[in-house]
């Protein structure tokens, strides 16, 4: 989809490109891409950059065109991973700012007009622009890295009393999730000091917002660490719980499978075809029962004494 805006701010969308425009495609289809090609005379190349999943982060400055991909969060259902990153490429010419994602997200929604409409000012600096996008980036990042620490308390509490995988591969999901963001966000921070130190930045206003993309970056980075480190440490920890759960289980199992031997032994003996003794008395059945009923409560007893049930 292919969206026309007068300004930065989104508020006021347009039939054709101006001199000024900002351009936002999300999920471009075939026909779009083409139309990029020719009516906006972007290079194939970066479009195919641009929308390859496994793009990193970069810049590059040109004559007559500049460049800046950075890597955003997304919500993914891939394998069952909640959350994954793909690149968003910010192309500025002459006359047009572009912005491109081969997915909806939530740094530049395509449903809404306006990604800055809380702030109710145009913004005509296209750096000023792109710092900004930055700055929202980090704050996604935050955002779903708080459902991630949700989502693995939820998992904690089910591995608890847990014998399977299952609880297992979900964590393991979400350290994948915490590998993307970690890769990431460091890849942006990179971006985030090439353009501070180059000489695109000359207002007061977008050295104060680069400052505070850049601390919004490393909030989002250290906040990533800790819980990727939480996460490799609880997946040591219950994988031993799991293990652990699983031979109280099977010591359970044979203690009971002791106890039932009692009585089986009992009744073998007494079920054999030679002369036994009480054969001709009318009390052997019962007798004979409760001795195995006796046998077998002593033998719980004794196990319940060493705290083996």
Same mark, same amino acid.
């Given at each position: 989809?292919?969206?026309?805006?007068?300004?930065?701010?989104?508020?006021?969308? $347009?039939?054709?490109?101006?001199?000024?425009? @900002?351009?936002?495609?999300?999920?471009?289809?075939?026909?779009?891409?083409?139309?990029?090609?020719? =009516?906006?005379? &972007?290079?194939?190349?970066?479009?195919?950059?641009?929308?390859?999943?496994?793009?990193?982060?970069?810049? =590059?400055?040109?004559?007559?065109?500049?460049?800046?991909?950075?890597?955003?969060?997304?919500?993914?259902?891939?394998?069952?991973?909640?959350?994954?990153?793909?690149? *968003?490429?910010?192309?500025?010419?002459?006359?047009?700012?572009?912005? &491109?994602?081969?997915?909806?997200?939530?740094? %530049?929604?395509?449903?809404?007009?306006?990604?800055?409409?809380?702030?109710?000012?145009?913004?005509?600096?296209?750096?000023?622009?792109? *710092?900004? %996008?930055?700055?929202?980036?980090? !704050? $996604?990042?935050?955002?779903?890295?708080?459902?991630?620490?949700?989502?693995?308390?939820?998992?904690?509490?089910?591995?608890?009393?847990?014998?399977?995988?299952?609880?297992?591969?979900?964590?393991?999901?979400?350290?994948?999730?915490?590998?993307?963001?970690?890769?990431?966000?460091? #890849?942006?921070?990179?971006?985030? #000091?090439?353009?501070? !130190?180059?000489?695109?930045?000359?207002? =007061?206003?977008?050295?104060?917002?680069?400052?505070?993309? $850049?601390?919004?970056?490393?909030?989002? &980075?250290?906040?990533?660490?800790?819980?990727?480190?939480?996460?490799?440490?609880?997946?040591?920890?219950? #994988?031993?719980?799991?293990?652990?759960?699983?031979?109280?289980?099977?010591?359970?199992?044979? %203690?009971?499978?002791?106890?039932?031997?009692?009585?089986? %032994? $009992?009744?073998?003996?007494?079920?054999?075809?030679?002369?036994?003794?009480?054969?001709?008395?009318? @009390?052997?059945?019962?007798?004979?029962?409760?001795?195995? *009923?006796?046998?077998?409560?002593?033998?719980?007893?004794?196990?319940?004494?060493?705290? @083996?049930?």
């Amino acid at each position: 989809m292919i969206k026309i805006f007068k300004t930065f701010g989104g508020y006021i969308e $347009i039939p054709k490109a101006e001199k000024g425009c @900002w351009i936002n495609v999300t999920q471009p289809t075939a026909e779009e891409i083409g139309r990029l090609e020719e =009516e906006f005379g &972007l290079p194939t190349d970066i479009i195919k950059d641009i929308l390859d999943a496994d793009e990193r982060s970069r810049v =590059e400055f040109d004559d007559d065109w500049s460049l800046v991909i950075m890597r955003v969060p997304v919500e993914s259902s891939n394998n069952g991973i909640p959350f994954q990153t793909i690149p *968003l490429g910010i192309y500025v010419s002459k006359d047009f700012t572009l912005t &491109l994602c081969l997915q909806n997200n939530e740094i %530049l929604p395509i449903e809404q007009a306006s990604p800055f409409r809380e702030q109710y000012s145009q913004i005509s600096d296209v750096v000023n622009f792109i *710092l900004r %996008l930055f700055l929202r980036s980090g !704050n $996604i990042y935050l955002k779903y890295l708080k459902q991630i620490n949700r989502q693995t308390a939820l998992i904690e509490q089910d591995l608890e009393r847990s014998i399977k995988n299952r609880e297992l591969n979900q964590l393991l999901k979400m350290e994948k999730c915490l590998v993307y963001f970690i890769t990431s966000i460091k #890849a942006n921070e990179i971006v985030l #000091a090439k353009l501070r !130190n180059s000489k695109k930045i000359t207002s =007061e206003i977008n050295e104060d917002l680069i400052d505070d993309a $850049i601390i919004e970056n490393k909030q989002a &980075l250290e906040m990533a660490q800790i819980y990727s480190d939480i996460q490799s440490g609880m997946m040591d920890a219950f #994988a031993s719980v799991i293990s652990n759960n699983l031979n109280v289980v099977m010591k359970q199992l044979t %203690l009971i499978s002791i106890i039932l031997m009692i009585p089986t %032994l $009992i009744a073998s003996v007494f079920g054999m075809n030679v002369p036994i003794p009480l054969e001709n008395s009318v @009390w052997a059945l019962p007798a004979i029962i409760m001795v195995s *009923l006796v046998l077998s409560i002593v033998g719980v007893m004794m196990f319940r004494k060493r705290e @083996w049930f």
